[in-house]
C-alpha cells in the first residue's frame, strides 16, 4: 500500500487493545481501539480503515455478529478474527462469513503482525478491476453465456450447465479478471462466495471441477495453469450491463 495503514482493533478487553495498539504503531502503522462494535461504528463514520483486527468473544455482540453485519452491508474492509477457542467450526464460520484470516489467542504480536501485512498485500493486490461496471448482467466467452441475475450458465447449444455455488463465484471471479494470473490466495479473496466450500477444500478442486465443466467440443481449456503463479482465464469476455 502506498500509504501508512490504519488498523482499528476491536476487543474487550483493554490490556489487549493497548497492547496491539503499542506494536503496531512500533512498526509503522496507525492503530486506534475500540471496546466493542458500537465504538467501532463510531469511529468508522468518522475514520477510514485498512484491516480491522476483530475479537470474537465479545459480551453483547461478539465478533462474529459484527462481521456478518459488515459483510451484508457491503463493507470489504479486511478482517482479522481473533478468538479464544480453538475449534475449526467457529474457524470456519468466521471464514465464511467473510474474515480474511484468524489468530488463536494467547497469540504472539509478531505472528499477527505478520499477518496483517499479509493480508494487506493480498487484498491491495486483488481489487475488482474499475473498467467493469458492478450491475453486469450477462458474462459471454467462447459460446458460452453466464446470467448473473439467474446465476445459470449456458453453453452453446443453450443448455444449462449446473453450477455450485463456490464453482460460480469461482468463475465470475476469472470473468471480471480475464487474461490475468491469479494466485490461490488471491482467488480466496476474490472468489469467497461465503460458502464453506470455498475454505475447506481447495482452490484446485473447485478449478478442476469447473474446468471439467467448461469443456467445448474442441476440449479446449479456458483455464489455464500457471505453475508456481496460479490459474489465468485465457478467453476473451464480454459483457452485458
Same mark, same amino acid.
Given at each position: 500500500?502506498n500509504?501508512?495503514a ?20 512500533k512498526? &509503522?502503522? #496507525?492503530? %486506534? #481501539? ?24 465479545? +459480551? ?17 474492509i +479486511?478482517?482479522?478474527?481473533?478468538? !479464544? ?8 464460520? &468466521? ?10 489467542k494467547?497469540?504472539?504480536p509478531r505472528?499477527? =503482525? ?8 493480498r ?8 473498467d ?10 467462447s459460446?458460452?453465456? =453466464?446470467d448473473?441475475? @439467474?446465476?445459470?450458465?449456458?453453453? !452453446?447449444? *443453450? %443448455?444449462?450447465?449446473?453450477? %455450485? ?5 469461482? =468463475? #465470475?471471479?476469472? $470473468?471480471?479478471? +480475464?487474461?490475468?494470473? =491469479?494466485?490461490?490466495?488471491? $482467488?480466496?479473496?476474490? !472468489?469467497? *462466495?461465503?460458502? !464453506?466450500?470455498v ?11 469447473l474446468?471439467?465443466?467448461? @469443456?467445448? %467440443?474442441?476440449?479446449?481449456e ?6 508456481? *503463479? *496460479? ?11
Amino acid at each position: 500500500m502506498n500509504h501508512t495503514a490504519h488498523i482499528l482493533v476491536v476487543d474487550d478487553h483493554a490490556d489487549i487493545r493497548e497492547l496491539v495498539q503499542r506494536f503496531l504503531e512500533k512498526h &509503522g502503522f #496507525t492503530a %486506534s #481501539t475500540a471496546e466493542n462494535g458500537t465504538e467501532m461504528r463510531k469511529l468508522m463514520q468518522t475514520e477510514n480503515f485498512d484491516l480491522i483486527v476483530l475479537d470474537i468473544m465479545m +459480551p453483547g455482540e461478539d465478533g462474529l455478529t459484527i462481521c456478518r453485519s459488515l459483510r451484508e452491508a457491503g463493507n470489504k474492509i +479486511p478482517i482479522i478474527m481473533l478468538t !479464544a477457542m480453538n475449534e475449526d467450526t467457529d474457524l470456519i464460520v &468466521g471464514l465464511e462469513l467473510g474474515a480474511d484470516d484468524y489468530l488463536t489467542k494467547p497469540f504472539n504480536p509478531r505472528e499477527l =503482525l505478520a499477518r496483517i501485512r499479509a493480508v494487506l498485500r493480498r487484498t491491495d493486490n486483488v481489487k475488482e478491476p474499475e473498467d467493469q461496471p458492478t450491475n453486469i448482467k450477462f458474462y459471454n466467452f467462447s459460446n458460452w453465456t =453466464l446470467d448473473m441475475n @439467474k446465476r445459470e450458465l449456458y453453453d !452453446a447449444n *443453450g %443448455s444449462l450447465v449446473d453450477l %455450485s455455488t463456490a464453482e460460480f463465484e469461482l =468463475l #465470475t471471479t476469472f $470473468l471480471r479478471h +480475464p487474461q490475468k494470473t =491469479l494466485s490461490r490466495d488471491q $482467488l480466496l479473496d476474490l !472468489a469467497r *462466495g461465503r460458502e !464453506a466450500q470455498v475454505f475447506v477444500r481447495s482452490i484446485d478442486t473447485l478449478v478442476s471441477r469447473l474446468r471439467r465443466k467448461l @469443456k467445448n %467440443s474442441d476440449n479446449a481449456e479456458l483455464i489455464k495453469t500457471v505453475w508456481g *503463479g *496460479g490459474y489465468c482465464f485465457i478467453s476473451e469476455v464480454k459483457y452485458e450491463a
